[in-house]
């Protein structure tokens, strides 16, 4: 994990003030849970700018509630509706809109911790900026990382920025790790996963986008949701580990562990293994990161356990869930693999969500869409994007056939 004493240095000079925080995606569920931890503690960190994509209504009430100086809606389109609602609030907020205002957010003077929460490969350019910019990054938007994690890391490298993962395994392995002198003890990383909302379920051909986004033990945004339904989730948490702690995929296993108590293991060569455990709540990881190296309180309940009736643990189906052993090929195949992987998946998801294709219809597009793209290793962001953008023409092909084809859940 990149971490530097540009960030740290920083810090220690700020810490009279409290540090402005940027929320790329405040109107979602990472955004919320970001908001509110912020809010418990004013005297350490205050909004300085908040971003939306189409939800104006939404990123508004946020501006009311906040007073950021900047509010940026990513559909340049709605620019106008933003500026004047903004202005019948009776608020002074800063407007952008489209990819140079999700930019300006990212690199905003006046905030030295971004947290990156769009979803999707649209987060990308915003996030690289973030890291160039020397920012504390805590890093939700996980497909970033997925599609482009080396230039990534060499953007927070370059930038003397400080990466903290938000998503909660990774989260607890960079809690596990810290003390770690070096990697060469540890044995294997081991994410746990919930299993989703179909652990148990062993006819998957009906499944609606209700059932899907009616996950277990976590409050998501739909997207997240239907990757842990699939669990494709896991698939790109493992390249997301493989990628910030530099393990190979040999040395990342995944259990799945319905309960959501133990967000991830290390083991190490001695045969210790530590485990961060905690109640099911993104406040936890995101207090974290927005704390470290000290804590901070969270909000979210305590772990009770004597509540606790049983921790378990089994191995994940593959055989019901294909879309893991697709990620684990797609990392074993290199990086432009993996980008055609996250971009098949956003397209397939998008389509389930919208009824256009079945649920058992997505692991086999994002099959078809790997054995279709193929080139050289990307070597700048543009290049990932255009990756990206390829993956997805072939995707929509796949997906357009297969709805001809098949089957449309109703509700
Ligand atoms: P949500 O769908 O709840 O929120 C997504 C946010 O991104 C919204 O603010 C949305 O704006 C904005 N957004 C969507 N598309 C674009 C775009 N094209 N350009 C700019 N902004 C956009 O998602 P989550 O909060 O659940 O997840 C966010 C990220 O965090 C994902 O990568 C997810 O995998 C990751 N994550 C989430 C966890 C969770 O518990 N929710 C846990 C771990 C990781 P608008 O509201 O206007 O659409």
Not at 82 to 98: I, M, N
Not at 250 to 268: A, L, R, T, W
């Amino acid at each position: 994990m990149a971490g530097t004493m540009g960030e740290a240095a920083r810090h220690e000079a700020d810490q009279t003030v409290p540090r402005g925080v940027s929320i790329l995606g405040a109107t979602g569920s990472i955004g919320a849970s970001t908001l509110d931890v912020i809010a418990r503690h004013p005297g350490q960190f205050r909004v300085a700018a908040l971003t939306a994509h189409r939800n104006v209504a939404g990123l508004v009430a946020l501006c009311v509630q906040h007073r950021p100086e900047l509010a940026v809606i990513g559909d340049a389109a709605l620019e106008g509706q933003l500026r004047t609602e903004l202005q019948r609030a009776d608020l002074r907020t800063r407007v952008g809109s489209g990819v140079p205002g999700l930019l300006e957010a990212a690199q905003c003077e006046n905030a030295p911790v971004v947290v990156a929460a769009i979803v999707g490969a649209a987060g990308l350019p915003p996030t690289i900026a973030a890291a160039r910019a020397g920012k504390r990054l805590l890093l939700a938007n996980k497909e970033a990382i997925v599609c482009a994690g080396a230039l990534l890391l060499e953007a927070v490298r370059a930038g003397g920025a400080t990466l903290l993962p938000l998503d909660s395994e990774h989260n607890a392995i960079h809690q596990c790790l810290a003390g770690a002198r070096s990697h060469a003890g540890v044995r294997r990383l081991i994410l746990t996963a919930s299993g989703g909302p179909f652990r148990v379920r062993q006819d998957l051909s009906q499944v609606t986008p209700e059932q899907a986004c009616a996950h277990p033990n976590w409050q998501m945004g739909r997207k997240i949701s239907v990757d842990s339904a699939t669990l494709m989730n896991k698939g790109l948490e493992v390249i997301e580990a493989s990628c910030l702690f530099g393990f190979a995929r040999n040395q990342i296993d995944v259990v799945v562990h319905p309960q959501s108590v133990v967000h991830s293991m290390v083991e190490f060569g001695d045969g210790s293994v530590l485990a961060q455990m905690g109640t099911p709540d993104m406040r936890t990881p995101i207090a974290y990161a927005l704390g470290f190296p000290e804590r901070i309180e969270s909000g979210s309940e305590r772990l009770d356990f004597l509540r606790l009736s049983a921790l378990t643990f089994e191995a994940p189906d593959l055989g019901r869930f294909p879309c893991l052993a697709l990620a684990y090929r797609a990392l074993e195949s290199g990086p432009v693999a993996s980008i055609v992987l996250n971009a098949s998946n956003e397209l397939a998801v998008e389509a389930f969500l919208a009824r256009r294709l079945a649920f058992m219809a997505i692991a086999p597009v994002i099959s078809e869409s790997l054995e279709a793209v193929t080139c050289g290793a990307p070597q700048s962001v543009d290049e990932v994007l255009a990756i990206d953008e390829l993956a997805r023409v072939h995707a929509r092909g796949v997906i357009v056939r297969r709805a001809r084809a098949g089957f449309h859940p109703d509700s």
